[in-house]
């Protein structure tokens, strides 16, 4: 196997997580894929939602933020309601597709930047952390998508949690978060 | 979207998760995939191992044994380190490939059993847990499915987890089973 940049390890695993998700929750009953956790939770169709969100709002918007403005100008904070708004006219097979353009017109904006390894060093300022380093956005993107994938196997696997019966004790999962 | 009996639905999820974990994990550079959380702890590798070896000694084989013996008889335990044998021998890559054959056969011999509504009030008897249904049994595969996708995605996320900096803050999931 050839040697990886930790760029290109970033760029490649972001590259998988629309197929995950079309995989997962393409043909779901709406009843499945709306359940979410108690108010102010995500469903997995909010969650789609709030990546399509952050495809539009975050990842790429902070990147070129740093590579304009440094630590001089903190991000504009995001915002984690911002999909709602599609919530009334989007399927969730509509949401998948938008997903997956978007992400792909991302990771082709990424890649278009050329970045270096001393760009991943680079400095901005978050509006709630402080400093931080491009490199670490990149990385945290990877981990959201992480994130948000173990949250919706987590939301999916409490709504068929009433079916288990005496199993039910084997599975830490449907009492987390709760 | 036309009705779906229950053991559609479930048989309908269990064809997915071959497809997610290949989208998710395939050409993952190893020292990512052979991680884990710690002494008798899953890596996102030894997941996949586990889900052939449910494929082959369990869900089908307790189905054919609920049909077969009803409460009479308790199931023979699994056994969760049962996958360690393949280890020295196969590729992540294998493994992949392995499951989606195997599970596709599990699939094939459930469909084939011609289960009716009636089957799944079926008794059976778990050698810990005690009285259990085949439908019990047939949505805790799911569930199993859904918990094991979580914790690959899980850690997964905390391999990544030293290189996002003081977003480390939002992510909750980075510290859920230390």
Redesign the interface.
């Known amino acids: ?1 050839p040697a ?1 940049t ?1 760029l290109e ?1 970033t760029l ?2 972001l590259a ?1 997580t629309p ?2 998700l ?3 929750l393409a ?3 709406d009843p499945w894929v709306r359940c979410d956790e108690g108010p102010g939770t995500y469903s997995p169709y909010d969650v789609v939602g709030h990546l399509i969100h952050g495809e539009d709002t975050d990842w790429v918007t902070r990147t070129e933020h740093i590579l304009a403005h440094g630590e001089a100008k903190p991000f504009v904070p995001f915002d984690r309601e911002g999909m709602r708004a599609r919530d009334a006219v989007a399927s969730l097979a509509e949401l998948l597709e938008l997903f997956a353009r978007h992400r792909a017109q991302s990771l082709a904006r990424i890649r278009a930047l050329g970045l270096t390894p001393a760009d991943l060093e680079r400095r901005g300022r ?1 509006p709630e ?5 491009l ?3 990149l ?2 993107w ?3 998508d ?2 948000h ?2 949250q919706v ?2 939301v ?2 409490k709504v ?2 009433p ?5 039910r ?1 084997y ?4 009492s ?2 709760t």
Chains 1, 2 share one sequence.
Do not use: K, N, Y
């Open positions: 196997m990886v930790p390890r490649d695993f998988r197929d995950v079309r995989a997962l043909g779901l009953e978050h952390l402080g400093m931080v380093t490199g670490q956005l990385s945290t990877v981990v959201h992480l994130a994938l173990g196997a987590r999916l696997a068929r949690g079916e288990i019966g005496p199993w004790a599975f830490r999962v449907l987390d978060r």
